[in-house]
């Protein structure tokens, strides 16, 4: 809890309706989407101006109070956990799209637009912003950009990351910092948008967003190709690429998540099936065809059962869902669920996948994969119950197996759900304790009393 003069100086200035100080306010603050333990704010604020942010981070800073913002509390890597409790900002009152500029392509935003809607908006304009989390119905822009989320459509068209021109953020003392431009080129200064983006509000917290779009393409295809073998299905991933065709979505399921998606949403999947390949191909209406044959083909070579091309925007749209919905359908089957998103370079997806069957054998878990395997990056999702000491300890280390594997294959600890708490402690053996000792520079030079959002990425300097 603050204290009551820090209360009342609180509520001076961002209003007494947007300050909660009830314990049943902090409880509901004190977890996001991560499986970890929840620590309770001592304080959570709703600030509904970018003034009355800066105020929270001035005061903040000035009582040597630690910071977390918010947004849905949709990450998976327990980044607004208030880990050394203090204040949590919940930034969903600040959801103004400001502009979007069709004639230059962009859009300014406020941090606490949530994704799906920006998306439909800018739709509505015949403009297109691609990055789409899984969570887009309710994640905000804010988050997204301080996680640099990717979704279904990386492989084609990139991450968060890709699309951020420039931002205005406060610094630790308040102090409101401009980066990037309106242009399409920007060269002035240190690259400031850069090392805000997937900091998880440990270097600023972010008040405005400058977002690329692009033009809306014309014509889509999508398709299902059904394996009955799931090496079969993985190997098809990296040979769609290796033939120059880059699909806007490559999604794959393995037949443990088939059969829950069904159960959950009954869209038709086929439940005996080993994998799936949920494939979109987008852009000119006579290359679109031309790509989504030569995809449909390729499948069929490597040995697809059958291969289903939706016949309509009902149809497609209704695949689409039920793959959105896979965690949810995971989630139901099993009172936790640990969803992981270690990444291979693509054409390490067919080991990745194997060493993912193994590792449930190995440790007597059921895991249900799924995820875009085009840019190599898996979810493979740990159903258990958090109660179970014994059970709890064999999915930590089945946790830092997989993440060993995808290592030592080349590839990352984390594709688009950050590092937050949950993957600090695995943090070296990805990059380096010098890696490590430079980014703690970078945040005691910025942050020196450790108010942003301690604890995460990085951990604590020892
Ligand atoms: C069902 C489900 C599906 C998902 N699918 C995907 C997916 O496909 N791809 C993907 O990348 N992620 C996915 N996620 C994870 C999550 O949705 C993303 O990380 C998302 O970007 C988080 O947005 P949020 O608004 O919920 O942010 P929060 O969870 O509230 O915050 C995330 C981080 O951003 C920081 N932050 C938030 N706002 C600001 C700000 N204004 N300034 C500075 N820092 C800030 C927080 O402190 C925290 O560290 C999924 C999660 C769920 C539950």
């Not at 059958?306 to 089957?333: G, N, T």
């Not at 990056?377 to 997989?402: G, M, Q, S, Y």
């Not at 030592?408 to 890696?435: D, Q, R, V, Y």
């Amino acid at each position: 809890m603050v204290n009551r003069n820090l209360l009342k100086e609180f509520q001076k200035r961002l209003g007494r309706e947007n300050v909660f100080s009830e314990e049943a306010d902090r409880l509901v603050y004190s977890y996001d989407a991560a499986v970890l333990k929840p620590e309770i704010p001592g304080l959570v604020v709703r600030p509904v101006t970018s003034e009355a942010l800066s105020h929270a981070v001035r005061l903040c800073n000035e009582n040597g109070l630690p910071l977390t913002v918010r947004g849905a509390g949709t990450n998976l890597s327990g980044g607004t956990i208030p880990k050394k409790g203090g204040v949590v900002a919940v930034t969903n009152a600040l959801n103004k799209i400001l502009e979007i500029n069709e004639e230059d392509m962009y859009a300014v935003v406020q941090p606490g637009v949530v994704t799906a809607k920006f998306a439909t908006a800018v739709e509505s304009r015949g403009l297109f912003y691609p990055p789409d989390p899984g969570s887009q119905a309710v994640s905000t822009l804010g988050g997204n950009v301080a996680e640099n989320a990717g979704g279904l459509r990386g492989l084609k068209y990139g991450v968060t990351r890709d699309y951020v021109m420039g931002l205005q953020f406060f610094d630790v003392d308040g102090e409101l910092v401009k980066t990037g431009s309106r242009t399409v080129k920007c060269a002035t200064g240190y690259n400031l948008t850069g090392l805000l983006v997937g900091s998880e509000g440990t270097l600023g917290v972010i008040s405005e967003i400058i977002l690329k779009l692009i033009p809306l393409p014309v014509h889509k295809r999508a398709m299902m190709a059904i394996f009955n073998d799931i090496s079969r299905a993985s190997e098809t991933v990296a040979a769609i690429i290796a033939h120059r065709i880059v699909p806007a979505t490559l999604e794959f399921l393995d037949n443990f998540t088939i059969r829950a998606v069904e159960s959950y949403s009954q869209v038709g999947l086929p439940v005996d099936a080993a994998a799936l390949l949920l494939i979109e191909v987008d852009g000119h209406p006579a290359q679109v065809e031309e790509d989504a044959d030569k995809v449909a083909s390729l499948c069929r070579e490597m040995g697809a059962a059958e291969i289903r091309v939706a016949k309509d925007a009902a149809e497609r749209d209704k695949v689409w869902e039920a793959r959105r919905s896979a965690l949810s359908a995971l989630a139901k089957m099993k009172p936790t669920v640990v969803l992981e998103d270690a990444t291979v370079p693509r054409s390490k997806i067919p080991d990745m996948v194997l060493a993912i069957e193994e590792i449930s054998r190995r440790f007597d878990l059921p895991i249900g994969t799924f995820g875009h395997a085009g840019d190599g990056n898996l979810h493979p999702t740990i159903l258990t119950d958090r109660r179970n000491k014994e059970e709890w300890k064999r999915v930590e280390a089945a946790i830092e197996a997989i993440f060993d594997k995808a290592l030592e294959l080349g590839g990352t600890l984390s594709g688009e759900h950050g590092i937050g708490l949950a993957k600090s402690c695995f943090l070296e053996k990805e990059t380096s304790m010098a890696a490590i000792t430079y980014s703690r520079r970078i945040k005691a030079a910025l942050d020196p009393k450790n108010i942003l959002n301690p604890g995460k990425i990085i951990g604590e300097s020892p």
